[in-house]
């Protein structure tokens, strides 16, 4: 593996990554080389948000206030996305950065990664998080690749070939598509899923389900997502279900992790149109709800990962505005048999999935009510 450079006294890193979930994982990787006895202080700096500014970085931008749902929304947000791009980039090449770690956003980084070398960033840029492709999971020709056209083979190899050409090292986290890392020699090592380590509860289970006034009752968590346009999306649904749940189990308490202070005022309004009661938890209660709620409902994406961690039931739902769902499901090709990653690791459906039609209200009651009410099968 590539080595960090060699100093004295301090190293000075720069984390880019472009929402909560990238940057929650960032400030546990500082916690982790901060343990190292060899590793030199670190000076850090970073594109992220609450959790690295915890961790001491000086935050050169936070992209988590404008991340938004899906490449063609973010088009609509992309003079920020420029003008974070450009500060990052004069930032690594004019602000003594000894070494560049990207973490997950596979178009932003891949391009901050081409960009930097190109202007003469000779320092190590480390992948963690890197991107892979689903499909391997499932598409029998990308375990062969080395069999395929060559044509076929240009178009899967683009993100491997830009990894191979301006990074240094690659951190994978799934077990699947290593055949495509060693054929396009992407110098990388399977680390396994950060999260298994992450996912612990700071409160003893009584003691929280107290808190969240649960008691002896049915406890359900609601995880809408940690962007603005999800929560009204997906969190609409989910609160939906939350009262339609609470029409035929009127003793459940429902829970739900703020993931950042700029949704606060967004969730609430959506609780007041629904004149719904959900405790609202700090977003360091997320692991402890996770593992001692009885059922979590959770928009697609690493809270998926969290619930099968914490062997927590879970239904996964997620959509995308109806124009975006037009959009991608008329002019791209991305297409799986399932979407939630642990029935995508499983290789078959372990975990209910509602997504685009069924995300709604009544869907996620009926899915949510058989688990509650059906104790075997939600093991």
Known sequence: MCGFPASSDRLHLFLATG????????????????????????????????NLEAEGAHLVADPVAHSAVGVFSNLGQLPFHLSLFNRAVKFILEGGVDAVILVDNRYFNLRLAETIRRRGFSGPIIYYLAPTLWQAAFDRRLQRIEEQPLAFQRRIGKRF?????????????????????????????FIGHPLCEMVKPNLERTRFREMCGAGDNKLVGLMPGSRRQEVKLIGGPLLDAAGLIQQSLPEIVFALPVAHSHLRNCILSELRRRNLEVALLEPELRYDLISHADLMLVASGTATHECAVAATPHIMTYRLPPWQDFMYSTFTKFRLPFYAFPNIIAGGQVVPELVRGECNGESLAKEALNLLSDDARAI
Do not use: W
Not at 166 to 185: K, N, S, T
């Open 161 to 189: 070939n830009a990894m191979r050409e301006y990074c240094d090292f690659a951190l994978v986290i799934y077990p699947l598509g290593f055949e495509l890392f060693e054929f396009f020699e992407v110098p990388f090592e």
């Open 19 to 50: 929402e909560l979930s990238g940057d929650l994982h960032a400030s546990y990787l500082v916690r982790a080389l901060r343990e190292q006895s060899h590793m030199p202080k670190l000076t850090l700096s970073a594109l992220g948000s609450v």
